[in-house]
């Protein structure tokens, strides 16, 4: 059976590596290592298609070592042993080229296949690279993380994308047996989602489904195929992002049909139930925020119970905060809050705190006029003495927008009854 496209043209070095030259480039965190051949135990953590299982096996071949591979979905504990066994007699131990060991998915793994792997990454039995598609911080152990590197992936650029478009068009040895005219590239690469796997299997199914002699690749042309062929969306890696994004758009809407019905689309595929929990813990602040601060709560004691409780009851509690997430007030007043005020720190730099603000801990900072004129709210009238506590550069920059629901609209007669014009509330 023949190789799929993103298999046969998977990078074998370095210099056939597409993105991630914060990691692999010339100045690279780890291009240096790798030449070295000297490889810490890491975490690489990214989206699904950026390219994390070809680094770790590009790694091990430029380092010369062992490769072996588990997968969290279908390894348990004695099959770690069995290769961790395996590995300690392929030779290599307490040396610089001790085997690597490759998960994928690590953030699967339970807390006892989790454990299993300690005594061997610490005695330097194996060298352990795990890939994950989820914050390893919430996924795996402390007592392993902390043995371990984290490395972040980037999304795959449209540059990237495009990249590998045409270089599978120009090093596939079927794909140089066709005539392909690349003629748009917008619906290509707004379906792959940023994931260079997904990329080239739609590519590769455009086109295999042409039977002319020249094939011109169009965004009508795709949208048209990709649609007849619904099969291409069945992979559970790429069908997990699609559906946790209708979840939350869902939610996002004041829909709790259309949530409980992407909900049980997740249970029914056996997804994490702190996966679903996590996402909605987000949505609670960023979607929802001061309208009713309770959803944060709701949602947090949700992650807490399903992280207790597990299937098939959780699906209960996880369908209650759905549907009271679905029918909340919404507001992203807080969320783009922050957003403003980080993009203003990236234009604007380390503006000085004012000196009233400053912490006055010596003599000598108090002599400096540190802390001099600051107003102690709790010594006025309403608990409140209008002062400046931006940096001056700043001063009168309004950075939340509170939003035109109930409560937050109290916020903002709140903030005018003190402020009166300052920040145009």
Known sequence: ?????????????????????HLV????????????????????????????????????????RPFYTLSAINSGVKDIRDVIDKAKQSGGLFTAKNPILFIDEIHRFSKSQQDSLLAAVEKGWVTLIGATTENPSFEVIPALLSRCQVYIL??????DLEALLHRAMETDEILKSKNIQLKETEALLRLSGGDGRKLLNIFELIVNAS???????????VM?????????????????????????????GSDPNGAVYWLARMIEGGEDVKFIA????ILASEDIGNANPTALIMANNTFQAVTTIGYPESRIILSQCAVYLATSAKSNASYMAIGKAQQMVKQ??????????????TKL?????????????HDFANNFAEQEFLPEDLSNTTFYEPGNNARERELRQFLKNRWNDKYGY
């Open 365 to 377: 900072m108090k002599e400096l006029g540190y802390g001099d004129e600051y107003k102690y709210s």
């Open 211 to 221: 039977e002319s002699e020249t094939i011109d690749i169009t965004n009508e042309k």
């Open 278 to 281: 996590r996402r909605m813990l």
């Open 154 to 159: 980037n999304a795959f650029s449209k540059e």
């Open 25 to 64: 480039g010339e100045q690279g965190s780890l291009t240096h290592q790798i030449a070295r051949g000297i490889i810490p135990s890491l975490i690489l953590w990214g989206p699904p298609g950026t390219g994390k299982t070809t680094l770790a096996q590009i790694m091990a071949q430029e380092s010369k």
């Open 348 to 361: 604007t730099g380390d503006l000085p705190v004012p000196l009233h603000l400053r912490n006055a801990p």
């Open 1 to 21: 059976m023949e190789a799929p496209l993103a298999e046969r043209i998977r990078p074998q070095n370095l210099s056939e590596y597409i993105s991630q030259s």
């Open 224 to 252: 048209q195929l990709v649609q007849k062929n619904t099969v291409l969306y069945d992979k559970t890696g790429e069908q997990h992002y699609d559906i946790v994004s209708a979840f939350i758009k869902s939610i996002r």
